[in-house]
């Protein structure tokens, strides 16, 4: 239990302390001031007391003093008053006697009391009168002197008369000391008539005299009282005066700063208040202009994710725990780059960057309240951003600068238009309306057939990376083909890829721009870059038969590689001049798809051709002659043929015939077969081959070529395909 | 880049608002893209801002007829601008509900903003393609478009 001596101690020394420090502060000067007017004042106001006593006093004794005058001539008269009465057989003498003593008695009273001091009973209104102030017999020592002289005979000459009132001694002896005390007093009365009267003026004197002294000391302390208020008045204003100044100086020079500062600042309490005195750019910092007691939480609430909010209350909450270390928590800060979403009229957010600050304010209890800085840092973040945006695409574009660079330009502009030409016919595709299943299998295909075309470009290309995204969309197609109910939405994930593409075809285009706008033919490029088949040697030579043939061996070397084949490929008998602007596309498929399929299909490993006693390497050969009008295509592998048996089972296992259909069919019915979209022998889909889509592709070629084709093949010997198609009269530009 | 996922939260939140308020799914078209400044809308139009670890918008754009029809099928007795208005307000609120609680902590998803016609400016990033989601409710066709950085 608490010791209750212990707190009152306890609260007594905290009122010393309290007390001490209102002596030691500031306003010492103020309180001695007014300590002393209180001082001055109540000096004065005893004063008054003390001058209202005397005046009472002296008035009295003035009364007293020209009473005794009264008194003294009363005597004589009561005297002859005695001596008539006593003289008169038929009066009674007894009552002028005893109004003779009453007034001899009083006079004697009183003119003592005025040389001796003494109480005086029954004068004035009644009141007893206390005559100790020796002034008046100090001033009128002479008179009060003579007075008393006199007065000692007055009493032994009225004394028989006075007795008489207590013990009456008989008319004749009245009479007889009347007579005596008769002539003493004529003698005697002007005298003391005129003593009784310089008396009283004295008494009067010493009254002035004494209540001028009484006012020029009173006069005196009021005017040190007044001095002493105009002295505070002046002193104090004065200073009050200059610490308003001062006061206005730095509110001044506070609001100045408040104003001006770039900065957000303001004083953040621990209930998250914003305090009244806060910079005017935070104002424009949160488009707000009544911040001032707004809960801090609150107004970032609408302005940031939830995650940044549960940051700031965390944060704000460690800094205000006095425990941890503000240094330690100031280098963790996690609100140093904070995405601020301002409300805009229009759609979206008017998006900035604000840097948040905390440093706690310390007084002499410790402290309870945040400094906040905020500065807007959405230019630098956003310099940031777009910087690291560069780099990131900068560094993408090296990426994709050294997997293009080994391409031809020309190439590469047809590869890029083919390709964005590709993609956009994706998007027209997706675009057309399409509600019932077919026709959603329709456009599936459609879209397949792009991107294998597309795919099969990038290979020849040698271009990996678009290669394998090509690829990747086949593999979405084909996962949908696969359902047996199609919706919109399952197109979703082409949509992405495609988007993607075209995406880096965007990239494409611009990195080509540039290097268009480089003269290459000054740099001495080292061909150290990973250059499938084409070397920077063809930029050179860019005849057509020279840029069929490097692209083709390409291709060859690319896809023999992939499947672990040896090839070669012999072009010697093509002519590309035969082909016009139109078919050099359509043919360029053509051959791309029939190579990919006579490797992947026809052209055997090295193993079963060495087994079969043929050469390791395979040989591929592709010829382009004219026949009359018409032009011939031939493709030829010195692989293993086609193998009927592999198509029947296919056939068989896509339910595409039935067996005792495929026992009677014709070779040519079931190589048409191979023509057919999805149809492949393939056990899975390759890179190259395997999805059924290359000979559909090569059948839709070859009908925009209004081309026919032929088959002919040998087991374990060769596979050869023929295509025929009318020449076009080639423009010549002169 | 966007990813389907991202694209199927505002599909879901759009086929939720019909299925629990019509009582009838809404069919998907297969989705294509579509360039910043190719965006065209329909009558009525619902546009979303979002930002954060994401930036762009998604609008909802509607024509006037089915809108009225909506606002007759949910109960009302007539369909005046204003229910029209309020309804592609449900939509988008909808769509926006939707994606709050499946994009987290760190997306912010805007107040819809309705707009009957078209829009003075949308917020479309203009290197980014958009998505279209063209959808049929009833015989009418609608469209939603997601445009995401």
Not at chain 1, 88 to 114: G, H, M, V
Request: a negative charge; glycine letters at 6%.
């Amino acid at each position: 239990m608490k010791n209750p001596f212990l707190s009152i101690i306890k609260g007594v020394k905290g009122s010393m302390r309290a007390i001490g420090g209102i002596f030691r502060s500031k306003y010492i000067e103020i309180i001695l001031a007014v300590g002393l007017f209180i001082l001055l004042d109540s000096g004065v106001l005893i004063l008054n007391f003390y001058t209202s006593y005397q005046i009472a006093n002296d008035a009295h004794a003035i009364q007293l003093a020209s009473r005794m005058g009264t008194l003294s001539q009363s005597l004589l008269h009561e005297l002859y008053q005695v001596q008539q009465d006593a003289n008169n057989q038929d009066a009674n003498y007894s009552e002028s006697i005893d109004i003779f003593a009453k007034s001899y008695r009083l006079f004697d009273e009183t003119l003592d009391a005025f040389i001796y001091g003494g109480d005086l009973i029954g004068v004035g209104q009644g009141q007893d009168a206390l005559l100790k102030d020796t002034a008046y017999r100090d001033t009128s020592a002479r008179v009060l002197k003579e007075a008393e002289e006199i007065w000692k005979v007055y009493r032994i000459k009225l004394k028989p008369i006075v007795y008489a009132y207590f013990n009456d001694p008989g008319r004749e002896k009245i009479l007889e000391a009347t007579t005596i005390a008769i002539d003493y007093t004529r003698q005697q009365n002007d005298k003391l008539l005129e003593l009784m009267e310089s008396f009283a003026t004295a008494v009067e004197g010493v009254a002035i005299r004494k209540a001028e002294r009484l006012r020029t000391i009173q006069s005196i302390g009021i005017g040190l009282a007044v001095i002493n208020f105009f002295l505070i008045l002046f002193h104090f204003l004065k200073r009050l005066s200059k610490s308003d100044a001062l006061v206005e100086k730095s509110r001044k020079e506070t609001e100045d700063i408040l104003e001006n500062v770039n900065e957000g600042l303001f004083l953040l309490d621990k209930d998250y208040i914003i305090g009244s005195q806060h910079s005017k750019s935070l104002h424009a910092f949160f488009k707000d202009d009544n911040l001032a007691g707004q809960n801090f939480i609150d107004l970032l609430r609408p302005l940031v994710t939830e995650k940044t909010l549960d940051t700031v209350e965390d944060y704000t909450e460690i800094l205000f725990s006095p425990r941890v270390n503000e240094s330690l928590v100031s280098n963790l800060n996690p609100l140093k780059q904070v995405e601020i979403n301002l409300a805009t009229d229009a759609t979206g957010f008017d998006i900035r960057h604000f840097s948040f600050q905390f440093s706690r304010v310390y007084d002499t209890k410790g402290f309870n309240n945040l400094l906040v800085t905020v500065k807007d840092i959405s230019e630098q973040v956003k310099l940031s951003e777009q910087l690291k945006a560069a780099n990131e695409k900068a560094s993408k574009e090296i990426d994709m600068l050294l997997a293009i660079i080994h391409v031809e330009n020309n190439m590469l502009t047809d590869f890029i238009r083919m390709t964005e030409d590709g993609l956009n016919n994706v998007n027209n595709i997706l675009k057309k309306p399409a509600k019932t299943t077919d026709s959603l299998k329709n456009k599936l295909e459609m879209i397949f057939r792009i991107a294998h075309k597309l795919k099969g470009d990038s290979t020849m290309l040698g271009l990996e990376f678009v290669e394998e995204k090509f690829h990747s969309l086949e593999a979405a197609i084909v996962v949908l083909k696969e359902k047996q109910a199609l919706t919109g939405e399952d197109f979703l994930p082409l949509v992405v890829q495609l988007n993607q593409l075209m995406s880096d075809f965007t990239i494409i285009r611009n990195l080509q721009k540039k290097m268009n706008a480089i003269d290459l033919s000054n740099m001495q490029l080292e061909p150290v870059l990973p250059v499938v088949g084409a070397s920077l040697d063809i930029a050179a030579d860019s005849a057509p038969e020279t840029l069929w043939k490097s692209q083709l061996n390409a291709l060859v070397k690319r896809v023999v590689t992939d499947y672990g084949k040896q090839a070669v490929l012999d072009m010697s008998d093509f002519d590309a001049t035969l082909l016009s602007e139109e078919q050099i596309e359509p043919v360029r498929d053509i051959i791309v798809q029939s190579l990919r399929n006579a490797i992947a299909h026809g052209i055997e490993t090295p193993e079963s051709r060495e087994n079969a006693g043929k050469p390791s390497e395979g040989n591929l050969k592709v010829k382009l002659t004219q026949n009359g009008s018409s032009l011939q295509l031939t493709i030829r592998d010195d692989g293993g043929g086609i193998d009927i048996e592999k198509i029947k089972s296919t056939a068989l296992a896509k339910r595409l015939a039935t067996e005792s259909q495929l026992s009677t069919c014709q070779s040519a019915s079931l190589l048409s077969l191979i023509f057919r979209q999805g149809f492949t022998t393939a056990q899975e889909g390759g890179l190259h081959a395997g999805r059924g889509v290359g000979m559909d592709l090569i059948k839709s070629r070859l009908g925009s070529l209004n081309g026919q084709f032929k088959v002919k093949f040998k087991a374990g010997r060769f596979t050869e395909f023929q295509f025929s198609f009318e020449r076009e009269r080639i423009a010549v530009q002169l | 880049m966007i990813t389907e996922k991202d694209i199927e939260v505002f599909i879901d939140g759009i086929k939720h608002y019909f299925r629990t308020s019509t009582k009838m799914d809404i069919v998907v078209d297969p989705p294509y893209l579509i360039s910043a400044d190719e965006i065209t809308v329909n009558d009525y139009t619902g546009i979303i801002g979002i930002s954060g670890e994401r930036k762009g918008f998604v609008l909802v754009t509607a024509p006037a007829d089915m809108l009225r029809y909506l606002v007759l099928s949910l109960g009302e007795k007539s369909a005046t601008p204003d229910l029209v208005h309020d309804v592609v307000g449900e939509v988008a609120n909808t769509i926006s509900g939707n994606a709050r609680r499946s994009f987290g902590a760190g997306f912010m998803i805007s107040v819809p903003l309705i707009v009957q016609g078209q829009p003075s400016r949308i917020g479309a990033a203009k290197d980014t393609n958009g998505y279209v989601i063209p959808s049929r409710w009833n015989t009418f066709s609608f469209h939603l478009v997601v445009s995401l950085q």
